[in-house]
């Protein structure tokens, strides 16, 4: 069941950035609404980079190259966003001390193109093996 939510959230995610600027604008919380950032954790070898790459292939028709684990920085994060549209950004296999530095800064604070009037960025979809428990600011989102 969860990898069929993931399935239809990845399709939708070209949609989310428009949907958010509408949801702020109406005075609802976009962040809880429409997430713009999608985690898959798991036993090492379990698939997950394969149905990623494979949800992409499927969007797209096209082999979309998967990012690094040093992209996961915020301002690495904010310029891909300003650079891509449509096909979400993979950040392939993001290791533990990467994403404890860097989650808070990037998921928390998910308000990122609202101000600004952002409809036309890409979601982040994050691969990772096994994860302490998610803290409840990422975890909703």
Partial sequence: ME??????WYFASIFMPYLRYVAE???YNPAEL??????IYGESNGGKSTFIKLLSKMMSNEKILQN???DFTTTNI?????AC???????DDLDKTQFT???GKIIKEDKWGLEEKFINYPAVVITTNELP???????KR
């Fill in 3 to 8: 990898y069929f939510s993931f399935f239809n």
């Fill in 101 to 103: 530095n860097h989650s």
């Fill in 34 to 39: 429409f997430p713009v950032f999608g985690i």
């Fill in 68 to 70: 690094s684990s040093s």
């Fill in 25 to 27: 604008c109406n005075g």
């Fill in 85 to 91: 549209e449509g096909v979400p950004i993979f950040i």
């Fill in 133 to 139: 428990a998610l803290r409840d600011y990422i975890s």
């Fill in 78 to 82: 904010e310029r891909l966003k300003r």
